[in-house]
């Protein structure tokens, strides 16, 4: 799933202020905006409700993170932050969740679209039809065939190089549709399973019943995209708005600033608050420089929203002033390392499973914070938030965490390396990853298998490092260090990107394993057409018991993060849907 110099808040800043926002003071001072409405206050206090719930407008919401994102075009974006960020301030789409705490995030409701799809055929055929008078920044209207072109933008591979390509899947009947700039039809139109009767219709014809459509047709890569504003690989530089911002100026790498989009009509919109006049992201500040600056006020969050650092974990649990503004939060991400399928000798299931009994779970739990701040001992893929899971599926025996040496050994001879052997660890270059990767680098150690580390930019590190398989060939990738958080809330949304074979691609690779089992493949295939919910996840748990003995990941901590929010914001609370705070509904103390 993951900045820079604002005001500081100095002393000067009155103690009411700051008991009036996100999290400062006591449940009794906690009031709001709305009435004296009162939301919790504390730590955890972003996981039971809204902190300082408020509908007051104005002043500047300061975001920060140490990358840049993987992307700012919808249909190429990945990370979970992304998503989040988009959703609330600049892309809209036919449905999306609710801005609410607690089990209701999970919901979808209408946002583009005027009501729930009628479904017909058997499950197979949908159609929405949009609400009236919705508008882009600059004033043009919104229509129909704007969301098929963007679907027609994500088949196209020479542009949207990354980015989920679920709706390719579910939607190319065999037409083997070349994308929108290769599309042969005047209009860009050529699409035949999407189709357009009027301006304010869109009609999706799936190749087979799929009960996780909506969530698919609720991501930021099927928001609208009006043709003649598409400018293709620089789309990113400026996309266009349906949202209540815009993009004023983006210095990629640096800084975004987005300002109110005037022609967004909040009388369309159930969603967004719209609270801020401004959001101002700074970008490539060091991880502990980060952790600072959100402590002392001059930024309000990381929205990375991955936890703050070993070093800063005393100061926001044990100093009340930053305890009470703090949340571990159970992101629903999984921490893992993916074993390569495809580059000696882990091609060697002995050898993978040999990687799987030297690891030392505990030592990466520590690296990562510990239970608290790190997440629980993970056993397999499926994470507790995702029915399907079962703790008991860990075929390797790794719940207690701690390495077991000498069945890594028998498994080294068993793969002819009685010795061990080199291999190259891949992973992100900063904050706890590279600790963690240092941690299974020393894990992996103690039993002869020695593993060089190639830490590489955070930004591109899923789209064009570990997710183009040819070059995990070439680098000679044996273990690649990645984190993981469902798409959409099912075992689909979560699993199946990692290990269906089929959907295995030449760049924008998720099954960076490269598990392709026919097996696998044929139980994915029957979860499509399982409506029975309890019958679907049995048979996930089957599919993540037969991950877990191609010993091909190697999970280890089920996540939390440990993240701290400014007490001037306002609105906070934890979305279960991106298991970090909803971006859209902050506001600011002014």
């Not at 698919?216 to 708005?241: E, F, N, Q």
């Not at 139980?523 to 996930?540: F, G, V, Y």
Request: hydrophobic share 35%; charged share 25%.
């Amino acid at each position: 799933m993951k900045k820079r110099p604002g005001a500081l808040v100095t002393a000067t800043v009155t103690a009411s202020l700051l008991l009036s926002a996100c999290g400062g003071g006591t449940s009794s001072d906690n009031t709001s905006n709305n009435g004296g409405a009162k939301g919790p206050s504390g730590y955890n206090a972003a996981l039971q409700g809204i902190v300082h719930p408020s509908d007051k407008k104005g002043g500047t919401l300061k975001l920060t993170q140490n990358s840049g994102f993987d992307s700012t075009d919808p249909q190429i974006a990945y990370y979970a932050n992304a998503w989040n960020f988009m959703k609330g301030f600049y892309v809209r789409a036919l449905l999306t969740n609710q801005a609410k705490p607690g089990p209701d995030g999970l919901k979808l409701v209408p946002d583009l679209a005027a009501d729930m799809p009628t479904i017909e055929d058997g499950g197979k055929k949908y159609t929405f039809k949009l609400k009236p008078g919705l508008k882009y920044e600059d004033g043009s209207p919104i229509t129909s065939k704007d969301f098929k072109y963007a679907v027609e933008r994500v088949f196209a591979s020479e542009v949207v190089n990354a980015g989920p390509k679920y709706l390719v899947d579910v939607l190319d009947q065999g037409q083997k549709y070349p994308g929108v700039y290769k599309d042969t039809d005047p209009d860009k139109m050529g699409l035949k399973s999407v189709q357009t009767p009027d301006d304010l219709t869109i009609v999706f014809t799936l190749k087979e019943p799929n009960s996780d459509f909506l969530y698919l047709i609720s991501m930021p890569a099927a928001g609208p995209i009006p043709r003649a504003k598409d400018t293709g690989v620089k789309y990113a530089l400026h996309p266009v708005s349906s949202g209540p911002y815009k993009f004023e100026t983006f210095d990629e790498g640096k800084k975004l600033t987005l300002v109110r989009n005037e022609n967004w009509d909040p009388r369309t919109d159930t969603v967004r608050l719209a609270l801020p006049d401004r959001v101002e992201v700074t970008f490539g500040t060091a991880v502990e420089e980060i952790d600072n600056e959100v402590l002392s006020g001059e930024v309000d969050l990381d929205i990375a929203q991955t936890g703050v650092q070993p070093g800063t974990q005393p100061k926001v649990l044990t100093q009340p002033d930053n305890r009470k503004n703090t949340d571990s939060v159970p992101s629903g991400f999984i921490r893992y390392a993916a074993i390569s399928t495809k580059v000696p000798p882990l091609d060697n299931i002995h050898c993978r499973k040999a990687v799987q009994y030297a690891l030392d779970k505990v030592a990466m739990q520590t690296a990562r914070g510990g239970p608290d701040a790190g997440g629980a001992i993970a056993t397999n893929m499926l994470p507790p938030t995702i029915a399907g899971h079962d703790d008991a599926d860990d075929a390797f025996n790794t719940k207690s965490g701690k390495p077991q040496t000498d069945k890594a050994k028998e498994e080294l001879a068993a793969c002819g390396k009685p010795s061990g052997f080199d291999t190259v660890l891949a992973t992100r270059n900063t904050g706890k990853e590279f600790k963690t990767a240092e941690a299974l680098q020393q894990s992996l150690a103690a039993v002869g298998i020695k593993a060089r580390l190639d830490p590489q930019d955070p930004s591109q590190y899923f789209r064009s490092i570990i997710g183009t398989p040819a070059n995990v060939h070439n680098k000679g990738y044996g273990l690649m260090m990645a984190g993981w958080g469902a798409d959409y809330p099912t075992a689909a949304g979560f699993l199946q990107v990692l290990v269906d074979g089929r959907a295995i691609s030449a760049s924008g690779n998720n099954n960076y394993a490269e598990i392709d089992d026919p097996e696998i493949n044929k139980l994915i295939d029957q979860t499509k057409t399982e409506p029975d919910l309890a019958k679907n996840a049995e048979i996930w748990r089957q599919i993540n018991k037969l991950v877990s003995e191609t010993a091909a990941y190697l999970p280890f901590t089920y996540d939390k993060a440990l993240n701290y929010r400014s007490p001037r914001l306002t609105n906070c609370f934890v979305t279960p849907y991106y298991g970090m705070l909803d971006f859209g509904s902050l506001g600011v103390v002014s």
